[in-house]
């Protein structure tokens, strides 16, 4: 209803639109004004099938820690290092292992050439650090427990054009 100028042609442009589609339920909203969007949500709601929760309440995420904690150690090399960070880096949690509430975390950072190593690292380790106490605190918050996280940064070489070691990373 927002898009027409003339009210008045609202009614004879649903009913034309009406004899060229076939719709369940015509409902006019102004979602510039607010109006009508409850009943269009009630519509939409009819038509939607009854099934089963895909995930249980207190899921949120078929994915495991073990991905969770590679993805925010991604995460985190990306925001902290924004258009320095080299093309091809990938995360390899290489141990996770769970010892009462603390959780151990053994990552390498893999980029593809030996000069991209310095760029992670930083001027005494300082920028691997920082994005590593990041990433901890991100992973504490997510698994609601201790994280002892330890990165180190490894070259491997065209990791990114073979498909072996894309699918072993979990690309």
Same mark, same amino acid.
């Given at each position: 209803?927002?898009?027409?100028?003339?009210?008045?042609?609202?009614?004879?442009?649903?009913?034309?639109?009406?004899?060229? =589609?076939? =719709?369940?339920?015509?409902?006019?909203?102004?979602?510039?004004?607010?109006?009508?969007?409850?009943?269009?949500?009630?519509?939409?709601?009819?038509?939607?099938?009854?099934?089963?929760?895909?995930?249980?309440?207190?899921?949120?995420?078929?994915?495991?820690?073990?991905?969770?904690?590679?993805?925010?150690?991604?995460?985190?090399? =990306?925001?902290?290092?924004?258009?320095?960070?080299?093309?091809?880096?990938?995360?390899?949690?290489?141990?996770?292992?769970?010892?009462?509430?603390?959780?151990?975390?053994?990552?390498?950072?893999?980029?593809?050439?030996?000069?991209?190593?310095?760029?992670?690292?930083?001027?005494?380790?300082?920028?691997?650090?920082?994005?590593?106490?990041?990433?901890?605190?991100?992973?504490?918050?997510?698994?609601?427990?201790?994280?002892?996280?330890?990165?180190?940064?490894?070259?491997?070489?065209?990791?990114?054009?073979?498909?072996?070691?894309?699918?072993?990373?979990?690309?």
């Amino acid at each position: 209803a927002d898009m027409l100028a003339d009210k008045a042609q609202l009614l004879p442009f649903i009913e034309q639109m009406a004899k060229e =589609f076939t =719709f369940a339920e015509v409902v006019p909203v102004s979602a510039k004004q607010g109006l009508a969007l409850d009943e269009l949500l009630r519509a939409i709601r009819g038509y939607l099938p009854e099934q089963p929760a895909v995930y249980g309440e207190d899921e949120f995420t078929d994915r495991n820690e073990r991905f969770l904690a590679a993805e925010i150690l991604r995460e985190n090399i =990306f925001r902290l290092l924004g258009e320095e960070v080299p093309y091809a880096v990938t995360v390899e949690i290489e141990k996770f292992e769970q010892e009462g509430s603390l959780r151990r975390i053994f990552a390498a950072i893999i980029v593809d050439k030996e000069n991209q190593k310095p760029i992670l690292i930083g001027k005494n380790g300082e920028k691997l650090k920082r994005i590593s106490t990041e990433a901890r605190q991100d992973m504490e918050k997510l698994f609601n427990s201790k994280v002892w996280l330890e990165t180190w940064v490894k070259v491997k070489s065209g990791w990114a054009d073979d498909e072996r070691a894309l699918k072993s990373l979990g690309y």
